[in-house]
């Protein structure tokens, strides 16, 4: 370790050092120790919003506003006939939204 006091980044400001240089070793530790925690929570938020712009680009032309990205079709029988339904899970629950009829010639 240096007996020099470290250069601060260019990008602080001279009131912002001259707090951090006015604070405690406790002080500093602590601030330390929450400034790396914040960047951590920044990163990890910034990281889920591309991670949630993907899943917008990724959805089906013919997906409603309404139904989230992750729903799969699947195809209930009701009475001999067949319908296409958008269905998701939300927490312990499938919920589910009529799409249209299977055509018969697919």
């Known amino acids: 370790m240096s007996y020099e ?3 601060p980044p260019a990008n602080l400001s001279t009131e912002f050092v001259n707090s ?3 604070s405690s ?3 500093l ?3 330390a ?4 925690a914040l960047a951590e929570y920044k990163e990890r938020e910034v990281r889920l919003e591309e991670e949630s712009e993907d899943d917008v ?3 089906p032309d013919d997906l409603p506003d309404d139904v989230p990205a992750k729903a799969t079709v699947t195809i209930k029988e009701i009475n001999d006939n067949r319908y296409y339904y958008w269905q998701w899970r939300d927490g312990d629950t499938v919920t589910s939204k009529y799409k249209g009829p299977v055509n018969p010639d697919e």
């Open 25 to 27: 070793p406790d002080r």
């Open 57 to 59: 680009e990724d959805r």
């Open 20 to 22: 951090l240089n006015e």
């Open 29 to 31: 530790q602590d601030i």
């Open 5 to 7: 006091p470290p250069n």
């Open 33 to 36: 120790r929450y400034a790396e």
